[in-house]
């Protein structure tokens, strides 16, 4: 199976930018999505196709993704931002949706 | 408004059976894939199942396969997961989502209902 690997934590000052990796073998190769998951929420869908915004979603969130690594990045975050983040991949071989295993977003 | 409502969750024996039910409403149930999605507390999201728009294709996760069973009623609009063998890792909440079109993503979420699986 294919496995996603997230940092646990990511800590950031309001304002700054924080960057939240996902690492998988060749992930380049896939279509990468984002969660955002705040307490006592269910997921909600942030960016899909590596980079695409949903509708309504802020334009500090951007996502990229080469080689084996995807990334989420949030400029000038704020304290709204703090959440759980999970990246997300189709892995075809054994057709099966994989998670990372999420990293914890907070603002200092 | 799309809505994914799920119930069937609550307090269940190590070894017994349980189905969850998630009802449907807002869009054409029938098509779209559904998923189920659980998360155990504290943890992170974990994909455990997905069913295609007519029920004739469905796929699970390794870690659950031949326990789960996940089934589709399109003229009730309405998803089901069955869980046998019910072990403490099964303890979790468990979300109904819509799956987008073309791998877009999980685009709906339901609220998610809590299974506590008991020794």
């Known amino acids: 199976s294919y496995v996603l690997t997230q940092p646990p934590s990511v800590s950031v000052a309001p304002g700054e930018t924080a960057r939240i990796p996902c690492g998988g073998n060749?992930?380049?190769?896939?279509?990468v999505l984002w969660y955002q998951q705040k307490p006592g929420q269910a997921p909600i869908l942030v960016i899909n196709y590596n980079s695409d915004r949903r509708s309504g979603v802020s334009e500090r969130l951007s996502g990229s993704n080469s080689g084996n690594t995807a990334t989420l990045t949030i400029s000038r975050v704020e304290a709204g931002d703090e959440a759980d983040y999970y990246c997300q991949v189709w892995f075809s071989p054994s057709a099966q949706w994989v998670f990372g295993g999420g990293t914890k977003l907070t603002v200092l | 408004e799309v809505q994914l409502v799920e119930s069937g969750g609550g307090l269940v024996q190590s070894g017994g059976s349980l189905t969850l039910s998630c009802g449907a409403s807002?869009?054409?149930?029938?098509?779209?894939?559904m998923h189920w999605v659980r998360q155990a507390p504290g943890k992170g999201l974990v994909w455990v199942a997905r069913?295609?728009?007519?029920?004739?294709?469905?796929n699970y996760a390794d870690s659950v396969k031949g326990r789960l069973t996940i089934s589709r009623d399109n003229a009730d609009n309405t998803l089901y997961l069955q869980v046998d063998s019910l072990r403490g890792e099964d303890s979790a909440v468990y979300y109904c989502v819509r799956g987008g079109v073309a791998s877009s993503g999980f685009d709906k979420w339901g609220q998610g209902t809590l299974v506590t699986v008991s020794s």
């Open positions: 807002g869009f054409t149930f029938s098509s779209f894939w």
């Open positions: 069913i295609n728009g007519d029920g004739s294709s469905s």
């Open positions: 060749n992930i380049g190769s896939n279509s």
